[in-house]
């Protein structure tokens, strides 16, 4: 009895998932799962983009092709009859939970004016120096040192919902791990 019990509560219970959309669908779908009253979150960054005339400064999702949805068992079923919705991320044959610590995490990175953060896919980098970030808004966050920039800054790679964030950072915001 107290099992079902348990059962029927972490089924109510919301957890954060992603969930992967059609290219360039990830703004659309947000409107369109909160306007079902769903809860989602479609992290964004803005940009700078140059053209022959005129530069401008659009925001465009960090991660491409994903969308994070905070729902119960019973509203993951609404969530994937959403056209434009693909599928669940799966980890281990289930969908994948997501922490709300790497959301709010993510939310960090977003809103600090200190980094400039570029997703890649985490298959492009060769294993390097390991690092930890000892100051400002990603301290305690480990990495790898992708590149040097010059002699005072370099781009590292964090590593978060299996994809790959390359923060710049200055050299005095960074020791070995």
Known sequence: ?????????????????????????????????????????????????????????????????????????????????????????????????????EIDTIKRFIESDNATITVVSKESFEKDTQIRVVKGVFMNQQGKVIKALNSRRVMVALETLGQVMVVEFGVNQLETA
């Open 1 to 101: 009895m107290e099992e079902a019990v348990n059962n029927a509560e972490s089924k109510q219970q919301k957890q954060w998932l992603a969930v992967y959309t059609k290219p360039r669908w990830e703004k659309k779908l947000q409107t369109v799962l909160q306007e079902a009253g769903l809860e989602c979150w479609c992290p964004m960054q803005v940009t700078e983009r140059k053209w022959s005339d005129r530069k401008k400064k659009i925001a465009e999702p960090l991660f491409k092709g994903y969308l994070f949805v905070h729902v119960t068992t019973p509203q993951r079923t609404e969530v994937r009859k959403v056209p434009g919705i693909l599928n669940f991320v799966y980890y281990l044959g289930k969908p994948a939970i997501i922490r709300s610590e």
